[in-house]
């Protein structure tokens, strides 16, 4: 959530490489961008734009920048609204600053600093970190000094960078939950602070990750160097990782999007991590397993709690992070905590895992990037080979993150069948533009089914909101007659998932039951149920898709790859940006 980029180098370049950083980091957030950087004559100058990297791209292409210091950031709005003076960099008497992250005190330090004669310009938390640094220069601390009282001043997650035109040679970081990285180009050149390794996937290929409250300096000697602090202020060396991020892996490959980049990418992706799977939990000696996470890696684990419960037979509680968090949760004994990120960033699932820690309960992390927060926090980590995933929504790493709760329980999955069920669908003849105009008019959206298909029906009906901004629910098939049978009319689209498994039969009643109030009807179900469908499929409101068929295992893989099509396909025809769909970020580190 929000972006950060800094760099110092010994070319005059550094516009160049803030650009291609913030356009790599633009998944944390696109309301606005901007550049601080210092000139020829290290004064402080400030490019800010409202929208989209790519509009700070073509403004600061026109202005032939020479810089060899400067920040940068794309932003996902928290406090203020998404406006130019709200935009960061945010500044003060020569100071620039970026931030990532909330800060919770700064209501109290406003009024401080107010009181000091500085005028505020934004309704930013972010614009008080700036005030007092300089506040804190003015009193006679160096901006190491000053940077550091201030860090000790604020309350709540940051991950912050800084410059200033009196010491042009030096960028400063500091990293309170929000993540951090530093490293330098391979020719040692240039030195960078960003939020993550795909920022720098082009400028840096070895990495350190800041700890909790670390501060870090890049600084100009004979040749570019950084050194990190801890939080007591003694010197510290953090182990340097590889950079694994290719250039080829923030490419979109010849797709028009990411996305679909992504989902033509599920069969491979579920093919690597069947192979590369390599953890000998055995989960029988749980008496309980709780998963916790957000968003669709939540739905992953309720995916997974049908699987569990059927095959290892062990009770299984799937739970949003941001609730667990904060009610008195009760520790049943021998229990495994499992927490799913795709991003290992995700703060309500890190501050829910750090909750299952102190309470002295062992903690597994199922993660798509091994560097992430949640990964070096966790006791036992499960690596998802997704690979990057750079559309907003999450589509490839559910399905390396279903496979892999699969393979905890089941150890003689059938790869191919897996594969096929996704490639089925993939290069299937389905006229998912047809489909996607039918639908994409209606006045809302249901998704329906039962059993491991209601899972799926809620991960549906998430990628059809967040993408098409149509109000869609997704609602376990027995269930639609408690409530929600009120809202069908001839207005609203059901997608039944009904394939041809224990469930199908009911399945096939609900459906009849809204056909009978008018509603319409996306029947997607397998080929084996062609002759059982009672005349349905002759009915004008039904419009029916067959899946192959397969064994019930394997079903949700097919289901996911058309959900995620017919998302892809829906947003589309709405005209929508399917990467970078409105108000949202991926990775979301605040509460
Ligand atoms: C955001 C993203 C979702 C993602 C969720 C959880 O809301 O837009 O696509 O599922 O965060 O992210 P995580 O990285 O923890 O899986």
Known sequence: MCGIIASLSYSDNVSKDLISALERLEYRGYDSAGVAYLDDNSSLKRIRTVGKVQHLKEVLEKQHIKAHTGIGHTRWATHGKVTESNAHPHTADGVAIVHNGIIENYQELKKQLVNEGYIFE???????????IASHIKTGEQFFEAFQKSI?????????????????????????????????????????????????????????????GDIVVVRKGRQLSYEIFESNGQSIRRETVPNKVSL????????????????????????????????????????????????????????????????AKIHVDVEIASEFRYRNPVFAKNSLYIFISQSGETIDTLCAMRLVKEAGIKTLALVNVDTSSIAREADFVLKTEAGVEIGVASTKAFVAQILSLLMLCYKNIDIKAVELSIN?????????????????????????????????????????????????????????????????????????????????????????????????????????????????????????????????????????????????????????DVDKPRNLAKSVTVE
């Open 152 to 212: 000790s001043e604020l309350v709540g997650t940051f991950a912050i960078v800084a410059i200033y035109e009196k010491e042009p040679d030096i960028l400063l970081g500091a990293k309170k939950g929000s993540p951090m990285a530093v490293g330098l180009s391979p020719d040692k050149q240039s030195g960078y602070i960003a939020s993550d390794a795909v920022a720098l996937s082009t400028l840096a290929n070895e990495l350190a990750y800041l700890e909790e």
């Open 248 to 311: 080829d892996d923030v490419s979109k490959k010849g797709y028009d999007s990411f996305m679909l980049k992504e989902i033509f990418e599920e069969a491979t992706v579920a093919r690597r991590t069947y192979e590369k799977f390599n953890y000998d939990i055995d989960i029988s000696e749980f008496d309980n397993i709780s998963i916790i996470a957000c968003g669709t890696s939540y739905y992953a684990g309720a995916v997974a709690k049908y699987w569990i419960e059927d095959i």
């Open 424 to 576: 089925a669908v993939l290069n299937g003849n389905y006229d998912f533009t047809r489909l996607a105009n039918k639908i994409k008019n209606s006045r809302s959206l249901f998704y329906i089914g039962r059993g491991v298909s209601y899972p799926i029906a809620l991960e549906g009906a998430l990628k059809i909101k967040e993408l098409s901004y149509i109000s869609a629910e997704g609602y376990p098939a027995g269930e639609i007659k408690h409530g929600p049978i009120a809202i069908i009319d001839e207005n609203v689209y059901t997608m039944a998932l009904a394939p041809y498994d224990k469930y199908f039969d009911k399945t096939i009643s609900n459906t009849q039951e809204i056909l009978a109030r008018n509603g319409k009807i996306l029947l997607i179900t397998t080929s084996d149920a062609k002759d059982l469908l009672h005349g349905i499929d002759k009915n004008d409101n039904v419009e029916c898709v067959f899946l192959p068929p397969n064994s019930p295992l394997y079903l949700p893989f097919s289901l996911t790859t058309f959900i995620h099509l017919l998302a892809y396909y829906t947003a589309n025809a709405k005209g929508h």
């Open 122 to 132: 934004s309704e930013t938390d972010t614009e008080v970190i700036a005030k007092l």
